[in-house]
């Protein structure tokens, strides 16, 4: 039998298999409610599931557990964002229909290495009920559409802000380290009174007295923490210095590993990050082809088996000693290249799909490809050279936009899902943990 962890990312089964069911439609008795989220209810044999399975989660990683009652607390907490984007997403109309759920469901399958009948079988023979997993998979596609939609579309990244982040690294002596961080927020609510802020202002000072005495820092942010990594111990994995939150950076560069910092100030609440490790980064070498093709495309007079016959005669008369060159810009019907004979310039895997990379390693230089077919049409290929190419600048350069949508999102999707939260109609049927 095989252990379905050994199948799927410990992350991904946790993300897929903690998802909350809807809301079942038959009244549900007043004592198993532990949580009226709007127009909609939490039970409790929900929380006791999802709970169970981020304990086994937390001992597999061999992360001390808080209390039951701590535990069950913050589980309920992220159950109930949950809730509240899913809702959401239902009023937007957001819907992931069956073609795109089954498609997801067959690359899960794939990427291990089963069919879509055998993935099912593997499911069920390990305990997991199959419609519930389809089920998770399509609310965790809707989330993650509804988190596209409402924020990270809404997020630009301008040539100035590149322009401007690249000359910033360029001045840090350290631009190439990486930062591996933990972190700890104690939040407030939108527009917080005085004395909500002083009280987060207390709670985190003693939770950074606990830390500076000794606590696990893993265990106190699952215990305490606000943040949206706080079941996972507050990781926030490995970052460069250009990925870390603004009012982040300067304290990590002052850091060394294993030290905490002190409290963070910001609009969502007050931080406390530990640095667990530094490392460094080496150039991006890459393998280039020069490249160059002919193309011929299908249409109503032209067929599949027509395309594939002429390019099998031009590559046996380029074979024969033709001019590729020549040929390209006698036949070629790509207008792009055919007039500079089919040549396409220096190309990497980035450029290309996996198909064309495909071929391209498959070469020698001089070599010409069989006709394939691609999107552009039917087209022989020949790698003219080959080189290793160092895209260290135009590497960091495309980094950097990412960094900074990636940065930006996150902050904007921090503030979007504070502010759902506190516009929603939450009430607690769960006790309080003593303390």
């Given at each position: ?179 591996h961080l933990a972190h700890i927020l104690i939040a407030v609510p939108e527009a917080p009174s005085p004395e909500q802020i002083e009280t987060a202002r207390a709670k ?98 032209v067929s599949d088996s027509d395309a594939r016959n002429e390019l099998e005669q031009l590559r046996a008369r380029i074979l024969g000693g033709d001019d590729f060159a ?110």
């Open positions: 039998m095989r252990d379905l962890r050994r199948l799927f990312p410990l992350w991904l089964l946790t993300a897929l298999l903690l998802l909350p069911r809807p809301a079942a439609a038959t009244p549900v008795p007043q004592d198993r409610i532990v949580a009226i989220v709007n127009n909609g209810v939490i039970v409790r044999t929900e929380l006791d599931q999802r709970t169970r399975t981020i304990e086994a989660q937390l001992r597999q990683q061999g992360v001390s557990l808080p209390s039951e009652a701590v535990l069950r607390r913050q589980v309920l907490e992220r159950m109930i964002m949950d809730r509240i984007q899913l809702q959401l997403a239902a009023r937007s109309g957001i819907h992931v229909d069956n073609d795109t759920l089954n498609n997801a469901m067959r690359n899960i399958a794939g990427r291990n290495h089963l069919t879509l009948n055998q993935f099912r079988d593997t499911l069920e023979r390990d305990g997991y009920n199959y419609d519930r997993f389809r089920q998770n998979i399509r609310e965790e596609i809707t989330i993650s559409r509804l988190h596209q939609r409402e924020v990270a579309d809404r997020v630009t990244v301008t040539s100035q802000e590149v322009d401007n982040f690249l000359a910033t690294m360029k001045k840090q002596a350290d631009r190439n380290k990486e930062f985190a000072e003693t939770v950074l007295k606990l830390l500076k005495g000794g606590a696990d820092f893993e265990q106190t942010a699952i215990a305490m923490s606000d943040g949206q990594q706080a079941l996972k111990g507050g990781d926030l994995g490995w970052r460069k210095a250009g990925q870390l939150p603004s009012l982040f950076a300067e304290p990590v560069e002052r850091m060394k590993p294993g030290e905490i910092s002190g409290l963070i100030r910001s609009p969502s609440g007050f931080h406390i990050i530990k640095l667990i490790a530094v490392r460094g980064e080496q150039p991006h070498i890459i393998t280039q082809f020069l490249v160059r093709h002919i193309v011929i495309r299908t249409d109503q007079l020549a040929l390209a810009r006698a036949h070629s019907q790509d207008p792009a290249t055919a007039p500079n004979g089919g040549t396409m310039g220096w190309l990497s895997a980035d450029d290309v799909g996996p198909r064309v990379t495909q071929v391209l390693e498959s070469l020698k230089p001089g070599e010409v490809s069989e006709p394939f077919r691609t999107q552009l049409g039917w087209q022989i290929m020949q790698v003219v050279q080959r080189r290793q190419h160092d895209s260290t600048a135009e590497f960091q350069r495309a980094r950097a936009r990412e960094v900074l949508r990636k940065r930006k999102t996150e902050e904007e999707l921090g503030l979007w899902l504070r502010r759902l939260r506190d516009e929603s109609y939450v009430v607690y049927r769960l006790k309080a943990p003593a303390g």
